[in-house]
């Protein structure tokens, strides 16, 4: 089902990309249950699906929408068992890094070695309340984890160089934001997930080809050579109005598709017919404009159903351009990175201009890049080695620390750096790296290395209208039109809770924070 020469290498023994084979999978979503009819319905298109032998892999999320749900790595024992592979969803919603190596070495034993690696949603539900979010890791971050655990992670001169766990890891990246700056973070994180060692990659749900086109040529301008999957998702009427009030993190029901789905859900079959038609061009459209696969998502479908969708992606393939026209929707987007080609509907090679009256305003008040431009400067006199007063500050912080004034001088740094940040005391820096905006108050999922793709025009998934996503706020007071100078920004280890409620300035100078490593 592949119309590209996609040089796609074997992984060893487990893992459900193939040299040369086309990709297909579908996602199993555990009910918030151990036992009953939902499971059962799952267990019912999991055999169906291993005696087929046309998905694959079943993956299967982790606690998908911020709700508690079955555990995906019981469910996925079952599904290997029955004979087809598993891709667990590896979030770091829940789990610190010492519970995901625990859980890395459990899976690594039982053979279950395909992980799709995201961030998570952010709880919604939990007993008492809401449940506390860990986000211990992010991505990127669990992503070069479970890569040099892959290669015998050693992490401390004390603990023993760990056996090799080899895991076939892939990412997720979405396409489909509204604004320059959420867009081009999400083709920035992309590449530093693929250099953390993501062997694939999932786009997030969407119905835009224009957009899904532009990622595949992303991926190809940057040469990143992994096997790309489109999600093809597949929503009956309740989910796309679900999707269409925004509930949904980070996932956009374009207002004419809910409009045509409301009116075919008036039709003697509910719609159904022309939802999985729908899912048919789509997944020709993937696979026609170079694609290597597909993740196929959606409620209340049986396996027969999504047989008959991918059997009818194949017959049409050949006329797939035909149907891009069925997946436009213009009116959505503000931004994109490339020059739109008027006549495939697609886009061209070259890129678009740069600048907010190309892909979509941003803003940058005066105020704002003059108070970053100052933060700037005073950061350097001190901070940067071979500036004025880096050797005084330096001298000064060997004398102070284990003295009886470093109480009293982290008192005073963290009651400068609470007024003007909302400083947490984590005494591990990133302020300096991240444009003076603090991940660890002002970010719900401490993101450390780009944002979520739970955002939405801009705003925090977790607080819609009331907070902008710290890196839509770092880009605007960066003022970087450019994806160029975002691809330059380094990457940023986890937070050493060791230093937790120490002095992050004694902790700089003296090489003991992450700025050393």
């Known amino acids: 089902m592949s119309s590209r020469n996609r040089a796609i290498q074997d992984t060893g023994p487990g893992t459900f990309v193939r040299a040369g084979e086309p990709v297909s999978t579908f996602e199993l979503v555990p009910a918030r249950a151990s036992r009953g009819r939902e499971l059962a319905q799952i267990m019912n298109f999991v055999r169906d699906a291993a005696s087929d032998n046309l998905l694959s892999a079943l993956s299967v999320t982790d606690n998908a929408g911020g709700h508690p749900a079955l555990n995906p790595v019981s469910l996925s024992r079952e599904i290997m068992d029955l004979g087809i592979e598993p891709v667990i969803h590896f979030s770091c919603k829940d789990k610190n890094?010492?519970?995901?190596?625990?859980?890395?070495?459990?899976?690594?034993?039982?053979?279950?070695?395909?992980?799709?690696?995201?961030?998570?949603?952010?709880?919604?539900?939990?007993?008492?309340?809401?449940?506390?979010?860990?986000?211990?890791?992010?991505?990127?971050?669990?992503?070069?984890?479970?890569?040099?655990?892959?290669?015998?992670?050693?992490?401390?001169?004390?603990?023993?160089?760990?056996?090799?766990?080899?895991?076939?890891?892939?990412?997720?990246?979405?396409?489909?934001?509204?604004?320059?700056?959420?867009?081009l973070f999400q083709?920035?994180?992309?590449?530093?997930?693929?250099?953390?060692?993501?062997?694939?990659?999932?786009?997030?749900?969407?119905?835009?080809?224009?957009r899904q086109h532009e990622l595949r040529q992303f991926i190809d301008e940057m040469r990143l050579d992994v096997p790309l999957l489109g999600t093809v998702l597949i929503p009956d009427v309740r989910l796309a109005r679900i999707l269409a009030k925004g509930i949904v993190p980070g996932c956009i029901m374009p207002v004419r598709l809910m409009q045509q789905i409301e009116d075919e859900a008036k039709e003697p079959d509910g719609g159904i017919s022309a939802r999985l038609e729908r899912a048919s061009r789509q997944i020709a459209v993937l696979v026609g404009m170079g694609y290597e696969g597909v993740h196929?998502?959606?409620?209340?479908?049986?396996?027969?159903q999504i047989a008959g969708v991918i059997e009818r992606a194949v017959a049409i393939l050949p006329d797939w351009q035909s149907h891009v026209k069925d997946f436009l929707y213009p009116e959505e987007w503000k931004s994109g990175l490339y020059e739109k080609d008027p006549d495939t509907g697609l886009n061209k090679i070259c890129r678009a201009p740069a600048g907010p009256d190309a892909r979509g305003k941003h803003d940058s008040s005066i105020l704002s890049a003059l108070a970053g431009k100052l933060e700037h400067i005073m950061h350097n006199l001190f901070f940067t080695p071979g500036r004025a007063f880096y050797p005084y500050a330096r001298a000064a912080s060997r004398r102070i620390s284990g003295?009886?004034?470093?109480?009293?001088?982290?008192?005073?740094?963290?009651?400068?750096?609470?007024?003007?940040?909302?400083?947490?005391?984590?005494?591990?820096?990133?302020?300096?790296?991240?444009?003076?905006?603090?991940?660890?108050?002002?970010?719900?999922?401490?993101?450390?290395?780009?944002?979520?793709?739970?955002?939405?025009?801009?705003?925090c998934e977790v607080w819609p209208e009331k907070k902008k996503c710290i890196y839509v706020r770092l880009y605007e007071k960066a003022a970087m039109p450019d994806l160029e100078k975002l691809l330059e920004r380094p990457y940023i280890p986890p937070r050493n809770w060791a230093l937790f409620r120490s002095s992050s300035w004694l902790n700089f100078f003296l090489g003991r924070d992450h700025h050393d490593t």
């Open 296 to 304: 196929i998502s959606g409620p209340g479908l049986g396996y027969a």
């Open 187 to 210: 083709y920035a994180k992309l590449v530093q997930k693929i250099r953390a060692g993501a062997s694939y990659v999932v786009s997030q749900m969407g119905f835009d080809a224009c």
């Open 403 to 459: 003295s009886r004034f470093e109480p009293v001088f982290t008192y005073l740094e963290y009651l400068i750096k609470g007024l003007m940040y909302s400083c947490q005391h984590c005494g591990d820096c990133t302020l300096d790296q991240l444009e003076f905006i603090c991940p660890q108050s002002q970010c719900a999922k401490y993101m450390l290395n780009g944002p979520c793709g739970g955002s939405s025009d801009g705003w």
């Open 97 to 183: 890094r010492n519970t995901m190596e625990s859980q890395l070495f459990e899976l690594d034993r039982t053979g279950l070695r395909n992980l799709l690696v995201l961030s998570g949603d952010y709880p919604r539900h939990g007993f008492s309340g809401v449940a506390k979010p860990v986000f211990d890791l992010d991505s990127v971050q669990a992503l070069k984890f479970i890569t040099e655990l892959g290669q015998g992670l050693q992490y401390t001169h004390r603990a023993l160089c760990l056996e090799p766990l080899p895991f076939f890891t892939g990412c997720v990246v979405s396409p489909f934001k509204r604004q320059e700056p959420e867009l």
